[in-house]
């Protein structure tokens, strides 16, 4: 695929919705149809979409929202939840004059964009595009790291393991700068918050997939992940595949780490856009 004709800068737009700034960007707007929002996980904001923006922008309208204290200003100012993102999006989309739209939601992120399907039905969230959300039990390794960030004693050694694993010889470019460029500024707070929530969505629904088949009016929702790599974890898809055949698809790119639409940005474009088409086929 050639690269994009244009380039989506970092320039960020800014509402007071329900008592809190929340940071966005807003691109296409010339564009009509439904538009495509997408959520980051925690600890990260809108720029992590720069490369796969780059390309929607070009047929869509598309929408960063960023959780509340990830902007520009990383003042933490008070707890939330994925709930609370879903409610700030909904009141930041109706400001916004945006009625249709298909989401797509990186990481944990999705908890939120699982909430938000809760909330607003298939007729206004048409699809999900859920972009490497782990969709086992939570281990007790894994456990483990949530709590070692809700301690003000470990939180910091936890986050500098974590990146570090993933600024290994085969990272590609554009994780290297996502993670020595646009990760900053977060504090304690805001990361033993992460650990917090995270911790209590698995331990209230088990798993991703438990949470999408709990779904009253669930959209259509296609996962692309990156790992692992292991025919378990294909199978548990394909299985979940043909319970809800007529709204679950899948697929595995070809990433090292969990964040394809940085990786390969074409890839989950493509995959975007045929996404987007069966949505539109569907919608009345």
């Not at 989309?93 to 909430?115: K, Q, T």
């Not at 039905?121 to 281990?139: C, F, N, P, T, Y």
């Not at 994780?175 to 460029?181: G, H, P, R």
Request: with cysteine; glycine share 8%.
């Amino acid at each position: 695929m050639t690269a994009p004709l244009l380039s989506a800068d970092s320039f960020l737009y800014t509402k007071t919705i329900n008592g809190h700034e929340i940071a966005f960007t807003d691109y296409g707007f010339c564009h009509d149809g439904p538009a495509i929002i997408t959520f980051s996980g925690w600890n990260s904001d809108h720029r992590g979409y720069s490369y796969l923006t780059s390309y929607l922008m070009q047929h869509y309208r598309v929408i960063n929202i960023c959780f509340r204290s990830h902007g520009q200003n990383r003042d933490f100012t008070g707890d939330f939840g994925f709930e609370d993102h879903a409610r700030d999006t909904i009141s930041l989309l109706d400001s916004l004059g945006v009625d249709s739209f298909i989401c797509l939601a990186a990481s944990h992120g999705n908890w939120a964009a699982m909430d938000l399907a809760e909330m607003v039905g298939r007729e206004r969230m048409l699809a999900l595009v859920i972009l490497d959300h782990l969709s086992l039990e939570a281990s007790p390794q894994f456990y483990g790291a949530l709590k070692a960030l809700q301690d003000k004693q470990t939180w910091r050694p936890t986050t500098v393991a974590f990146f570090k694993s993933w600024l290994g010889d085969n990272v590609n470019e554009n994780i290297k700068e996502q993670l020595l460029k646009t990760v900053g500024g977060f504090g304690y707070e805001t990361w033993a918050l992460s650990g917090k929530t995270v911790e209590l969505a698995y331990k209230t629904w088990g798993t991703p997939l438990n949470r999408l088949d709990h779904l009253k009016e669930p959209p259509l929702v296609h996962h692309v992940y990156s790992q692992p790599k292991t025919d378990d974890y294909k199978a548990l898809h394909e299985e979940f595949q043909k319970k809800h055949p007529e709204w679950f698809t899948f697929i595995q790119a070809n990433g090292q780490t969990h964040f394809p639409h940085i990786e390969d940005p074409g890839f989950v474009y493509r995959e975007t856009l045929a996404v987007v088409d069966r949505a539109l086929k569907k919608s009345p």
